[in-house]
């Protein structure tokens, strides 16, 4: 008996092709990814800040940093310094005084 079956593909959206490889850790590959796409960005940036969320969980801060300070436009300062502030890699003290913004840019630029 010869059985016969016929497939149907779908292509996923772009934001499911993102999920699956936030799913796999993959975030150098969604970067990539969607600058090929044309994403726009703050888009650009929401995937900018996962990368970062994941390196700083990996205790990878310096370069969790990098990827905070790249999607600045739409990230608040605070949520930044937050979790620098968690992390034990980096003191976090004069940060939580007056004019933090200004201390966590020239923090940042001194490092």
């Known amino acids: 008996m010869l059985i016969r079956q016929i497939f149907r593909y779908h292509e996923k959206s772009l934001q499911q092709k993102l999920e699956i490889l936030y799913q796999r850790d993959l975030y150098v590959l969604a970067i990539n990814f969607a600058q090929k796409a044309g994403v726009d960005t703050t888009q650009r940036n929401i995937i900018l800040r996962k990368y970062g969320d994941y390196l700083h969980r990996k205790g990878d801060y310096d370069t969790a940093m990098q990827q905070y300070l790249k999607a600045i436009d739409n990230t608040e ?11 034990s890699a980096k003191p976090c003290l004069p940060l939580l005084t007056g004019g933090a913004v200004s201390r966590f840019t020239a923090y940042q630029q001194s490092n």
């Open 77 to 87: 300062p605070s949520q930044v310094i937050r979790k620098v502030c968690t992390s």
